[in-house]
């Protein structure tokens, strides 16, 4: 077997377990003949497109709340920023400049992320929820040491 199809087998076998794993693919045999006198047997196999379609609107569901969470922080952290003075207000306005491309860096993925695959799913969705998580601890971090 050349290294072509064996990679092309290891593909279809990743893409094809994901898939059940998510529930985007199911299988249904008949265990009888088809055919009377025959040992074949019919196999269905149906892609539900719309099971995955539904988790990739879930998932920018999830992440436009998390925006309007994130906006309504931020607008606090600028809200202390326009209160303070000095030393102080220079340093929460390079944390709010450092938080703002943070975001813009996970709008970017997320964008990215109208393209992913069945395959990259799994790993699409893990490395855009840590990153949530990420930015809203250091964005509470950041506006608890500007008190």
Do not use: C, H
């Not at 045999?29 to 269905?44: H, I």
């Amino acid at each position: 077997m050349s290294k072509a199809i064996v990679v092309i087998l290891a593909l279809l076998a990743v893409v094809v377990g994901v898939s059940l794993s998510q529930g985007w693919i199911s299988f249904k045999a008949k265990t009888a003949p088809t055919v009377p006198g025959s040992s074949s047997a019919d196999v269905n196999v149906s892609v539900d497109k719309s099971k995955f379609k539904s988790d990739m609107e879930a998932l920018r569901n999830k992440y436009n709340d998390w925006t309007k969470d994130t906006d309504t922080r931020m607008k606090d952290l600028q809200a202390k920023a326009d209160k303070s003075e000095g030393e102080n207000k220079v340093k929460i306005d390079a944390e709010i400049a450092r938080l703002n491309k943070k975001k813009q860096e996970i709008a970017r993925n997320m964008d990215d992320g109208k393209e992913t695959t069945a395959e990259k799913w799994d790993e699409f969705k893990g490395r855009s929820e840590r990153a949530w998580s990420e930015f809203t601890d250091g964005l509470k971090k950041s506006y608890d040491s500007f008190r």
